[in-house]
């Protein structure tokens, strides 16, 4: 196995891994920037107002994503697996 289908598979794999964080991130980071305006405005600083807020959001994510998020996944795997052959010459 040469250093360039090394640094190929190895780019895909960030590249995946990259896309199946994004909508999770994605929805905490709306979620944290929605509650931070709400507590700047009402001036509560309560910890828990803005944690559970996040993990529920990024829980939506999870479950609204999942789908496409194991597509992904098994897409990345059969390939990896099927270049099996050609990357051990």
Known sequence: MHAEQVLD?????????????????????????IINVF???????ETTLSIIPKMLAMLVALLLFSPWMLDVMTDF???LFENIPTLIR
């Open 39 to 45: 507590q700047a405005v009402t001036q509560i600083t």
């Open 77 to 79: 795997t059969v390939q």
């Open 9 to 33: 598979i190895t780019r895909q794999a960030l590249k995946v891994a990259v896309m199946l964080s994004a909508p999770m991130l994605a929805f905490g980071m709306i979620a944290g920037l």
